[in-house]
T-cell receptor, first 114, second 116 residues
Framework: AQSVAQPEDQVNVAEGNPLTVKCTYS??????LFWYVQYPNRGLQFLLK??????LVKGSYGFEAEFNKSQTSFHLKKPSALVSDSALYFC????????????FGSGTRLLVRP | DADVTQTPRNRITKTGKRIMLECSQT?????MYWYRQDPGLGLRLIYY???????NKGEISDGYSVSRQAQAKFSLSLESAIPNQTALYFC???????????????FGSGTRLTVV
């Protein structure tokens, strides 16, 4: 079965510094990977996805993610964090069977301090 | 209007009561999903549906039932609510092209359910 792991419950970073939110995956075959963000009292918002192609994927709000097959990782990154980036971030992988359901990690709370 | 609309946004109910959460979509997607979010556990799948005649259980379907009334509507019911069903519930739809060139998921804004 497919799975993803987010090893950090919380990441703290100062505004203006680069940020990384980690995600590792376990799949059979080629993975379809996603990042979502959840702001307080809001639904899930799509940030970016990796299906195939370039290992560096660019997404919304200045975020990007690097797909690393040898390390089975898909870390979310941003060169310069904003206080407004503070939110809950989820990594997800698409199930390979016909359900196409998303399997989510446990989430990482990002706190950007001024 | 939102592409995926969930009602109600918030609900407090008593133990043992029956409650229905509703989801409607304007995306025209065939696949619809109900997820539950709990702190530290991420989102877990309750049920999913390919079309009105195809309903499937997810990993945590016990205590829940669903109804796909039409392509655009997918309802989640708690027949007899219990406190550990207190959670944030999300409905989602997915899009798939035959070439597999694009995979899109759209989530509703969520329903915060509290069972007291």
């Amino acid at each position: 079965a497919q799975s993803v792991a987010q090893p950090e419950d919380q990441v703290n970073v100062a505004e203006g510094n680069p940020l990384t939110v980690k995600c590792t995956y376990s799949v059979s075959g080629n993975p379809y990977l996603f990042w979502y963000v959840q702001y307080p009292n809001r639904g899930l918002q799509f940030l970016l996805k990796y299906i195939t192609g370039d290992n560096l994927v660019k997404g919304s709000y200045g975020f990007e993610a690097e797909f690393n097959k040898s390390q089975t990782s898909f870390h979310l990154k941003k060169p310069s964090a904003l206080v407004s980036d503070s939110a809950l971030y989820f990594c997800a992988v698409r199930e390979m069977d016909s359900s196409y359901k998303l399997i989510f990690g446990s989430g990482t709370r990002l706190l950007v301090r001024p | 209007d939102a592409d995926v609309t969930q009602t109600p946004r918030n609900r407090i109910t008593k133990t043992g009561k029956r409650i229905m959460l509703e989801c409607s979509q304007t995306k025209g997607h065939d696949r619809m999903y109900w997820y539950r979010q709990d702190p530290g556990l991420g989102l877990r799948l309750i049920y999913y549906s390919f079309d009105v005649k195809d309903i499937n259980k997810g990993e945590i379907s016990d205590g829940y039932s669903v109804s796909r009334q039409a392509q655009a509507k997918f309802s989640l019911s708690l027949e007899s609510a219990i406190p550990n069903q207190t959670a944030l519930y999300f409905c989602a739809t997915s899009d798939y092209t035959g070439t597999g060139a694009y995979y899109g998921y759209t989530f509703g804004s969520g329903t915060r359910l509290t069972v007291v």
